[in-house]
């Protein structure tokens, strides 16, 4: 992704980049309007309002490209209606054309225009997704998510120094009339599924990954000491390519089969499995061979018999569960059994009646023997209800249990973010703000990794790392505030240990404290200072969620999205012009050991349902 304009702004005469690119752009006769497709959007005249964002070598689609918006005209006439242009016909998606007043779009490809149209005219009034793509072979049109034209067409996609603009163009005065949201634009083709991901995930949330898909494997006879295999099978996956999955192997009899036997071959995605029980021994296993895309998995299961007689095994009943949009349910305790199996061997599975919801690849059990778990995260930004089917299996037989998840809104999503710290840059020395307001860091002392709990994140040595963000208005906090964070840390201490800190004393959230090692976190408030811990000391190599929050009432600890304590305080937040620090300080030298990422600073409290939605999706 190039360009990324969800114009949430909602006033003024600039519109950020969400691509983090910095490719901003200038409004000129737009105005703002609170209806558009998420949020706010822009209103186009259709006579003289574009947006203008300056030429700059990432607008410079070479290979491959997609154009993405959503639109509401208010006029759809037989004229060239610019959504997305960059000139001279370098690429544009065009909300109407001359021909019979269709959408459309097309290209400079190889030296010579190309063009593509859909098969009817926009809808007055009525929110329409358009798509344009071109992957090096043909040009596509996308209505709706839905591809509806293609023409084949090969060469390198023309480039020039003239902006990209939106709603119109100064150069041929091709004005749109409507209004327009959520533009991107990326520098490869996208596929259907994930245009249709953009289409449903408004720009700044979290875009859907789907689990990866593994053939099913026919059940396999083997004798004694000799192998079953190799078994050829398949995998896939709609983001990840397959030659970057990985797979894995389990067995529900590890007598009979050790999880060692299960061997694997093949390349992409033509895979084997090769079975070998273990010497002199006969009875039937679950083979689980799961592939997995780093996020999230899928299973495909067989039975390897050597020898048995078997009964069914059994499940406990689960009870209906509630949750709220993007909040996980669980773990919910159930328990298994068999009369020939024991229960450690046995394997549990679940399916979702509806996987819009609830993919398959988000329920996920955990527990052992006789006891087991299972926790259900919905789809982001998803509500509703979906049945949820729990089986198990002892290689041969399955019994299951189902019960209803209803997963209900939990309210507006929140505002008043003014610092937002991914730590996916993965190099250098700096550190971006996805909140738009600037508050970008510099490291000292920290160095990157991989294993961040989204992504990379940022490893402290408890003695001298930190990051340090400048003094900025947006990072006063005066009647209100929330600071959170994910930390892993390697060493608990009883002393102050800074995850987020902005002194002297403005406001802070610590990983540790001098009260028996619990993590807390304060304010000045009025003038007087005011602390809140938790009821526990940070697990040590463990990911736990902090969150802080005060409303001009009361200073709240988070938990892992539950408040685990509050003192009740008014007052304003103190205000200073020192830095705001991320690991540690260099004012009292309080560092943290661990890991820290995804750092939010908000100028208002959030609830306890925010600060859960916030927990469970990284910033982008």
């Known amino acids: 992704m ?29 105005s703002w309007t ?63 054309s001359d021909n019979n007043k269709l959408p459309g779009g097309g290209a400079t490809l190889g030296g010579a225009g190309a063009l593509t149209y859909g098969t009817g005219a926009l809808g007055v009034g009525t929110w329409t997704h358009l798509a344009l793509t071109y992957d090096g072979a043909a040009l596509r049109l996308y209505v709706n998510g839905t591809q509806v034209s293609s023409v084949a067409k090969t060469g390198t996609i023309l480039t020039s120094t003239n902006p990209l603009q939106i709603g119109g163009d100064s150069m041929y005065g091709q004005y749109f009339a409507g209004t327009i949201d959520e533009v991107r634009v990326y520098n490869v083709a996208l596929s259907a599924a994930q245009i249709q991901g953009d289409m449903n995930t408004p720009i700044g949330g979290s875009n ?42 389990s067995s529900s009899d590890v007598t009979v089969v050790p ?43 067989f039975a390897l018999t050597v020898n048995a007689v078997n009964d069914a095994p059994t499940i406990s009943g689960i009870a209906n569960q509630t949750t709220t949009v993007n909040t996980a349910a669980g773990p919910i305790n159930f328990t298994v059994g068999d009369v020939e199996t024991g229960a450690g061997s046995l394997t549990v599975s679940g399916s979702s009646s509806d996987v819009t919801l609830v993919p398959n690849g988000n329920i996920v059990f955990g527990g052992s023997g006789a006891n087991r778990t299972v926790t259900v995260t919905p789809a982001g930004g998803q509500t509703g209800t979906a049945t949820i089917t729990v089986a198990v299996s002892d ?9 209803t998840l209803t997963v209900n809104a939990s309210g507006p999503p929140a505002t008043g973010l003014v610092g937002a710290y991914s730590f996916n840059e993965g190099a250098g020395t700096s ?24 992504g990379s994140g940022l490893v402290f040595n408890g003695s001298g790392a930190r990051v340090t963000i400048n003094d900025s208005g947006s990072l006063h906090l005066t009647t209100g505030m929330t600071l959170e964070a994910w930390v892993n840390a390697t060493t608990v ?5 800074d995850v987020i800190y902005k002194g002297n004393d403005n406001y802070f959230l610590e990983g540790t404290s001098d009260n028996n090692k619990l993590p807390g976190g304060g304010a000045t408030l009025g003038g007087a200072g005011a602390l809140t811990y938790g009821t526990g000391a940070l697990a040590v190599g463990t990911w736990t969620h902090l969150a802080l929050t005060y409303d001009g009432a009361a200073l709240r600890l988070y938990v892992n999205g539950t408040q685990v304590s509050s003192v009740a305080k008014t007052g304003t937040i103190l205000t ?45």
Request: charged share 10%; no cysteine; aromatic share 8%.
């Open 2 to 30: 190039v360009g990324a304009y969800s114009f949430n702004e909602g006033a003024g005469t600039s519109v950020g980049d969400g691509s983090g690119n910095g490719n901003v752009g200038t409004i000129s006769g737009a």
């Open 34 to 96: 609170s209806a558009g497709k998420y949020g706010n959007g822009l209103s186009f005249n259709g006579t003289s309002a574009l947006v203008t964002v300056n030429d700059s070598g990432s607008l410079h689609l070479t290979t491959g490209m997609t154009l993405e918006a959503w639109v509401n005209a208010t006029t759809v006439s037989s004229a060239w209606r610019d959504v997305i242009y960059k000139g001279r016909d370098n690429y544009f998606l065009e909300g109407t």
């Open 208 to 249: 859907p990954n789907t689990a990866p898909t593994i053939s099913a494997i026919a059940d396999q006879v083997t004798n004694e000491d000799t192998s079953a295999g190799p078994i050829n099978f398949t995998v896939g996956d709609v983001e990840t390519g397959a030659g970057s999955l990985t797979v894995s192997g």
């Open 259 to 301: 999880n060692g036997n299960i061997a694997f071959g093949g390349s992409g995605a033509n895979r084997t499995v090769t079975v070998m029980p273990a010497a002199n021994q006969n009875g039937t296993a679950t083979i689980t061979v799961t592939v997995s895309d780093g996020a999230l998995t899928g299973s495909s299961r």
């Open 395 to 403: 290689g041969q037989l399955s019994s299951n249990t189902w019960f």
């Open 431 to 454: 550190v971006g703000d996805g909140s738009g307001n600037g508050n970008v860091g510099t490291i000292s002392g920290a160095s990157w990794t991989s294993a961040g709990k989204y």
């Open 493 to 497: 201490s009883s002393a102050w240990r």
């Open 576 to 620: 200073s012009t020192n830095p705001l620090q991320i690991g540690g300080d260099s004012m009292y030298g309080q560092y943290f050991a661990g890991t820290i990422d995804e750092v939010r600073v908000y100028n208002v409290a959030l609830s306890a349902a925010q600060i859960q939605a916030d927990m469970n999706t990284p910033i982008p």
